[in-house]
């Protein structure tokens, strides 16, 4: 059955100022599963390097924001000079539902594509935009239109990423964590907070070793204030700085866990283990009640480890990749 023309009083324009609050709403409305706050949406968009208010794509009708679609792609790089030239992404879109069943929804991921392809990217992927990602991806159980709309656009699935939680009622460090820790130190490992020192090595670590992004986010949260306890760090026998874990690095959510990472020769040790419960302790001492993070592969060796720590699937986001967007 082929969708309705949109109101004829339905505009698709830029981003301008004045428009924010009018999204916030909209955006709660449309997707109360993930509501965002006028905080969030500055600081992850607005104040974005990588925006541009032409990439956000505004549909009103009158004085109403009815939806939005938000393209975007690199003006600044995330690690060195690598702007990513063919890569563009779509963090987010959104209709009101008293406008939905116009095609309106459609209407604005084709201009939020067509901007990027104007821009010269080739390649979209939904919605895992880094730095600034709101959710790693599309949840398909949450909304299914969604899904469909995507995947009607050319949009594949490229991978899924799992939420995980674990509650902290009642945690206590495992009585063999807390004797592995010690076998580890009796071999001459440490386990403490870094100083300011040791965020060198650290934060080259993540940078090499794992993402750009997780260096950004743990320079940015210390940088903002973020106590240096809650990383807890771990040094071979050599001292030389080998993993972390920590919580509080994004959004200063205290409950938020990671980033989190160990080099691959020590994985099977059981440092990583001793490293993440070491941290969940730090965090019960606080007064979290729970520990979730938003971004792992269920069948990885991360993913092994959080389940075998009592942390259980919460969500499933669909990362999705549009090739040749024309």
């Excluded at 100022?17 to 109360?32: M, N």
């Amino acid at each position: 059955m082929t969708a309705l023309a949109p109101p004829p009083r339905t505009l698709i324009r830029g981003f301008r100022p004045g428009d924010g609050p009018r999204l916030v709403e909209t955006w709660r409305r449309s997707a109360p599963a993930d509501p965002v706050s006028p905080e969030r949406f500055r600081s992850l968009v607005l104040l974005d390097a990588n925006f541009d208010p032409e990439g956000l794509r505004v549909a009103v009708d009158g004085d109403r924001v009815v939806g939005a679609a938000y393209a975007v792609r690199r003006l600044t790089p995330m690690s060195g000079s690598d702007l990513e030239p063919e890569q563009g992404w779509i963090p987010f879109f959104f209709v009101d539902p008293a406008a939905r069943g116009h095609g309106l929804g459609r209407r604005l991921l084709t201009e939020a594509l067509d901007w990027l392809h104007g821009h010269g990217r080739t390649r979209v992927d939904f919605a895992s935009y880094t730095p600034h990602y709101l959710l790693p991806g599309l949840d398909a159980e949450t909304y299914p239109e969604a899904e469909g709309l995507l995947e009607s656009l050319g949009f594949r699935v490229l991978y899924e990423a799992a939420a995980m939680d674990r509650s902290l009622v009642g945690y206590r460090l495992p009585e063999d964590v807390a004797r592995r820790a010690a076998e580890l130190t009796a071999l001459g490992h440490r386990f403490a907070t870094p100083s300011d020192d040791d965020l060198v090595p650290l934060l080259a670590l993540a940078a090499s070793h794992f993402t750009a992004d997780w260096a950004r986010a743990v320079r940015a949260c210390l940088a903002a204030g973020t106590p240096l306890d809650r990383i807890v760090a771990a040094w071979d026998p050599a001292g030389r700085l080998v993993g972390w874990a920590m919580h509080g690095a994004y959004d200063s959510l205290d409950e938020r866990f990671g980033p989190f990472g160990v080099l691959e020769e020590t994985r099977g040790t059981g440092l990583g283990r001793v490293l993440l419960h070491l941290v969940l302790e730090r965090m019960r001492a606080r007064g979290c009640h729970s520990a979730w993070f938003l971004w792992t592969g269920e069948r990885s060796p991360a993913g092994h480890l959080y389940r075998a720590t009592g942390f259980t699937t919460t969500r499933v986001f669909r990362v999705l990749r549009r090739e040749a967007a024309g």
